[in-house]
């Protein structure tokens, strides 16, 4: 498992973290999902032969928000 920790610019409320936390845990080999909004971040654990990290960026920004 490879932890990778992503900026997320847009996240305000506990509607942002279930968004990302429902739509990041769904891909396969992610291990856990952490969203920090005081921080402006989203802590992954994955398996990077199952989910490259371009394709969870690519889900963040598909449920609106931007990964800078």
Do not use: F, N, W
């Amino acid at each position: 498992m490879e932890k990778s920790v992503l900026k997320v610019e847009g996240m305000s409320c506990e509607h942002c973290v279930r968004a990302i936390t429902k739509a990041v845990g769904a891909l396969p080999g992610v291990g856990s999902v952490a969203v920090d909004l005081k921080a402006r971040t989203v802590t992954v654990e994955h398996d990077p032969a199952q989910t490259a990290l371009p394709k969870i960026k690519a889900e963040i920004e598909d449920q609106g928000y931007d990964v800078v």
